[in-house]
């Protein structure tokens, strides 16, 4: 079973520039997450997607952060303009349903640095 | 809200020993779960072991098992005969529905 595939592994940007990361969850996972994790913490949820719906966008930093999940399967999340703080990397998860014991599988993550 | 709390930045264990990483937690809310994961240097975060808030016995998953006191708040993980290979970072995580990370505990195996 293939894993969580997250593109570009790296990105080098200048700060207001934009960028865009992908995602492609497991096959049949209905539950994608985006998180932001910084240097020396743990991930942060930015946004929760439910089949094409959001859950949860309640730290997603809407004015220069946005994410979609067009027909349910792979997402896109970009960041317009960027900031020295959003220096991070960016990790994808995903899961069979969204619920409090349901395991998720997390992609190997876009290490994004703001110079 | 809920919080999570791992008071060890860095551990050190020799190779074959048993290692315990520690986690406290908060939350109000009576139903939740408890997860670790692992980090490597690669980025990719593993799942180890899932406690759920109702379950009575404490979770185990081959060399992992979680060492959950309720009234503690506590949900430690304990990893017996360390491999060179478990050197990364640990996370402890807790979900009443969304996923709450800690800072995390770097864990070195030493030959």
């Known amino acids: 079973e293939a894993g969580v595939a997250q593109s570009p592994r790296y990105k080098i940007i200048e700060k207001r520039q934009s960028v865009a990361f992908w995602c492609n969850p497991i096959?049949?996972?209905?539950?994608l997450y985006w998180y932001q994790q910084i240097l020396g913490q743990g991930p942060k949820l930015l946004i929760q997607f439910q089949n094409n719906g959001v859950v949860d966008d309640s730290q997603l930093p809407k004015d220069r952060f946005s994410a979609e999940r067009l027909k349910g399967v792979d997402s896109t999340l970009k960041i317009q303009p960027a900031k020295l703080e959003d220096s991070a990397v960016y990790l994808c998860?995903?899961?069979?349903?969204w619920g409090q014991g349901w395991e998720q599988y997390f992609g190997p993550g876009t290490r994004l640095t703001v110079t | 809200a809920q919080k999570i709390t791992q008071t060890q930045p860095g551990m050190f264990v020799q190779e074959k020993e048993a290692v315990t990483l520690d986690c406290t937690y908060d939350t109000s809310d009576q139903s939740y779960g408890l997860f670790w994961y692992k980090q490597p240097s690669s980025g990719e975060m593993i799942f180890l072991i899932y406690q759920g808030s109702y379950d009575e016995q404490n979770a185990t998953e081959g060399r992992y098992s979680l060492n959950f006191q309720k009234a503690r708040k506590s949900a430690n993980l304990v990893i017996s005969a360390s491999q060179l290979g478990d050197s990364a970072m640990y996370f402890c995580?807790?979900?009443?529905?969304?996923?709450?990370f800690g800072t995390g505990t770097r864990l070195q195996v030493f030959p």
């Open positions: 096959s049949g996972h209905a539950t």
């Open positions: 998860a995903s899961s069979l349903v």
């Open positions: 995580a807790i979900s009443p529905d969304k996923l709450i």
